[in-house]
């Protein structure tokens, strides 16, 4: 992430209170309240947490991709393109030529399930050609050379032949491989990832973290990586951000979150690696509870329910707590964090 020392030239991605809410049946869903955080220009910013706690939509919100009943209500998301002045995502008007510039030869996603991103109808060359004379002027004969290099680059065999099939003649390897080609195939200054490992065995999962890690040291992408997996963060990582009930609870340098983890969720995730839990344990420990309702968060620091360290009467209290500078580069929503940092706990 950067920081305040850092040369205005490095930031690429300036997310600032961002909120993202749903309105259904039961009330509104705060799926992403008030998150913020930065990216420099070629790094890769890991954003974690359970299933529900709003990494997704953040992502999708980035590239204004959120569907009704969902609606962007706050904040703001700016890219830095090289040379130029920022970009106000949130600003520009849906479905203008600016907007299009932003998804695709800006910014660019690999969606969680490559099945659903690609269509079954057509042809993977139709599809990553379609993507490049969307965004560059170049004929269908340059587009088709193109296709083809980007599906050597992320290491795809017979190119050639696989331009002329359809996704559900290739292996789940494969049509991934093909989203990772269709994303970068305009050279994109971010890239987003949304659980690109997800549906993968093991084997194919550490083949394309390898390929993402390579493509970004070869193309100079920048990375937001969406990830529940802790383990994957520690490999491929710069910086890292919590999440936890939409809102942003740890943000720092991942080792130094790996290290002096300072939320105790950010502990509690941890904790439940089997790298780390092994050696103490023969039964992985767990985070006790459950995630609340989004329509109905409890008072204070919506994680206070579940947390051992939870003081009454302070912890549940008020509005949740702030975000706020904890070390250089390391920034915390507890207000026990440093209490429970000179006790040792958190550490």
Same mark, same amino acid.
């Given at each position: 992430m950067a920081e305040p020392g850092d040369s205005p030239a490095d930031l690429l991605l300036e997310v600032s209170e961002l909120r993202t809410t749903f309105a259904t049946e039961e009330g509104v869903v705060r799926a992403v309240d008030g998150a913020s955080f930065t990216l420099?220009?070629?790094?890769?910013?890991?954003?974690?947490?359970?299933?529900?706690?709003?990494?997704?939509?953040? /992502?999708?919100?980035?590239?204004?991709?959120? *569907?009704?009943p969902g609606r962007i209500t706050g904040g703001?998301?700016?890219i830095h393109p090289t040379g130029e002045p920022p970009i106000d995502v949130l600003a520009? #008007? /849906?479905?203008?030529?600016?907007?299009?510039?932003?998804?695709?030869?800006?910014?660019?996603?690999?969606? *969680?399930? #490559? *099945?659903?991103?690609?269509?079954?109808?057509?042809?993977?060359?139709? &599809?990553?050609?379609? /993507?490049?004379?969307?965004?560059?002027?170049?004929t269908r004969r340059q587009a088709q050379a193109r296709a083809l290099e980007?599906?050597?680059?992320?290491?795809?065999? &017979?190119?050639?032949?696989?331009?002329? &099939?359809?996704?559900?003649?290739?292996s789940g390897g494969m049509r991934q491989r093909v989203v990772i080609a269709m994303a970068l195939v305009c050279n994109p200054m971010l890239l987003i990832a949304d659980e690109p490992t997800?549906? @993968?065995?093991?084997t194919l999962q550490a083949q394309? @973290?390898?390929?993402?890690?390579?493509? &970004?040291?070869?193309?100079?992408?920048?990375?937001?990586?969406i990830t529940h997996d802790l383990a994957v963060v520690a490999q491929t990582a710069d910086d890292v951000v919590v999440m936890y009930c939409?809102?942003?609870?740890?943000?720092?340098?991942?080792?130094?979150?790996?290290?002096?983890?300072?939320?105790?969720?950010?502990?509690?995730l941890l904790m439940s690696l089997p790298a780390l839990a092994g050696a103490r344990s023969r039964r992985l420990p767990s985070i006790a509870g459950s995630v609340p309702s989004l329509t109905d968060l409890p008072r204070g620091c919506p994680f206070h329910p579940r947390c051992p360290h939870a003081q009454p009467g302070r912890c549940d209290q008020g509005e949740p707590p702030p975000l706020r500078p904890l070390a250089e580069g390391h920034r915390v929503a507890c207000l026990r964090a440093e209490e429970l940092a000179a006790e040792g706990i958190a550490t």
């Open positions: 420099r220009r070629g790094g890769t910013l890991a954003v974690v947490g359970e299933s529900g706690c709003g990494k997704s939509v953040t /992502a999708y919100s980035i590239l204004r991709l959120v *569907q009704p703001s998301i700016r520009l #008007p /849906a479905g203008s030529p600016e907007l299009y510039r932003v998804r695709g030869e800006l910014a660019a996603m690999i969606f *969680q399930e #490559p *099945q659903a991103a690609l269509s079954p109808v057509h042809t993977i060359g139709n &599809q990553i050609c379609e /993507a490049i004379l969307l965004h560059q002027p170049v980007m599906l050597e680059k992320v290491g795809i065999p &017979q190119p050639e032949a696989r331009l002329k &099939q359809y996704p559900h003649e290739l997800t549906a @993968l065995d093991v394309i @973290l390898r390929l993402l890690k390579s493509l &970004q040291a070869s193309l100079g992408t920048a990375i937001l990586l939409g809102r942003v609870v740890e943000s720092a340098p991942v080792r130094e979150v790996m290290k002096r983890p300072r939320h105790p969720y950010t502990r509690g």
